[in-house]
Each structure stands twice: as C-alpha cells, then as structure tokens.
C-alpha cells in the first residue's frame, strides 16, 4: 500500500505544471524578463499569436506616443495564455 501511495504522488508530481509566469510591466526590464519567459511556456502555434499580440499593440490605442510603455501596461498582470486569447479575441473572426 505504502508503495501505491509514493506512486501516486510522484506520478501527481509529475503530472502538475508550475505557475504560469504572469508578465510585469513595472519596468521595461521586468517586462522583456517576464515576456520572455511567458513565451516560452507557450505552443509553437501560440507563440505566434503572442507576437503579434506584442507587435500590434499599437492599433489598441492609436494617440499612444509611447508603445513600449503601453504594451507593458496594458499586459501587465496577465499570463501568456491570457495574451494569446485576447489577441485570438481581437482578429477578425476571433472567438
């Protein structure tokens, strides 16, 4: 019994995912750090859809002057699956 429950929880283990990172937009460093690493946690066909969440950011707010500090604070506090549903919300024929 004892060896079924070991089993258990190592295979429990083995099976959860970390935390998602949850991206930071309180400096231009943390945000690159946290993008980065969101990204990374991401499916090859979602990492395309974050990128292009990254680089459209402008059509979100066209008077923004500053593009950089308005990515950070408009993704700031999500994860990059949130990223990536919002941008698949925002094209045309999105969810």
């Given at each position: 019994m004892?060896?079924?429950?070991?089993?258990?929880?190592?295979?429990?283990?083995?099976?959860?995912?970390?935390?998602?990172?949850?991206?930071?937009?309180?400096?231009?460093?943390?945000?690159?750090?946290?993008?980065?690493e969101?990204?990374r946690?991401?499916?090859?066909?979602?990492?395309?859809?974050?990128?292009?969440a990254?680089?459209?950011?402008?059509g979100?707010?066209?008077?923004?002057?500053?593009?950089?500090?308005?990515?950070?604070?408009?993704?700031?506090?999500?994860?990059?699956?949130q990223?990536?549903?919002d941008?698949?919300?925002?094209?045309?024929?999105?969810?």
């Amino acid at each position: 019994m004892r060896r079924f429950v070991a089993f258990a929880m190592l295979m429990l283990a083995a099976c959860s995912e970390g935390e998602p990172i949850v991206i930071d937009g309180s400096s231009p460093e943390a945000f690159e750090r946290t993008t980065s690493e969101a990204r990374r946690d991401l499916p090859d066909a979602d990492r395309l859809v974050f990128d292009r969440a990254l680089r459209t950011i402008g059509g979100r707010q066209h008077s923004a002057r500053d593009q950089d500090k308005l990515a950070r604070v408009t993704f700031d506090g999500m994860t990059g699956a949130q990223m990536v549903e919002d941008q698949k919300a925002r094209e045309p024929g999105g969810q």
